[in-house]
């Protein structure tokens, strides 16, 4: 009997760890920053950003923040499958002249959930 639940405690322990085990997913971005250099006053500018899911899970990208009204950012919204790869479409509104940085915060199921991307410039 005592070999028995011996048996059963080392089984219920190796379901245990393993069940806390999670896949997840990553991304793997070609660049997280982009220098536009010098643009021009009240021309809007757009770059995308390319990744890929490294991970062993579907990335599901949940929101994409600018850190300003001055910008907007398009993105995929299907589940990217493991070995597949996404974009997210940033656009900047180059208004006022002054140099800029701005960041887009993009929130997802990844191993890391929270992914900062920037973009930054002159603008003329």
Same mark, same amino acid.
């Given at each position: 009997? &005592?070999?028995?639940?011996a048996?059963l405690?080392v089984? +219920?322990?190796?379901?245990?760890?393993?069940?806390?085990?999670t896949?997840?997913?990553?991304?793997?971005?070609?660049?997280?920053t982009?220098?536009?250099g010098?643009?021009?006053?009240g021309?809007?500018?757009?770059?995308?950003f390319?990744?890929s899911?490294?991970?062993?899970e579907?990335i +599901?990208?949940?929101?994409?923040?600018?850190?300003?009204?001055c910008?907007?950012?398009?993105?995929?919204?299907?589940?990217?499958?493991?070995?597949?790869t996404g974009?997210? &479409?940033?656009?900047?509104?180059?208004?006022?002249?002054a140099p800029f940085?701005?960041?887009?915060?993009?929130t997802?199921?990844?191993?890391?959930?929270?992914?900062?991307?920037?973009?930054?410039? +002159?603008?003329?």
């Amino acid at each position: 009997m &005592k070999k028995f639940l011996a048996v059963l405690t080392v089984i +219920i322990a190796f379901v245990g760890f393993t069940a806390m085990q999670t896949s997840q997913s990553e991304f793997k971005f070609e660049k997280e920053t982009h220098d536009f250099g010098k643009i021009a006053q009240g021309t809007p500018v757009s770059y995308s950003f390319k990744f890929s899911n490294v991970g062993s899970e579907p990335i +599901i990208i949940g929101d994409v923040k600018p850190s300003c009204g001055c910008s907007v950012a398009e993105f995929t919204k299907t589940p990217i499958k493991p070995g597949d790869t996404g974009t997210i &479409k940033v656009t900047f509104n180059a208004a006022s002249k002054a140099p800029f940085t701005k960041s887009f915060t993009v929130t997802s199921n990844t191993k890391t959930p929270v992914k900062t991307l920037y973009i930054k410039g +002159i603008v003329e």
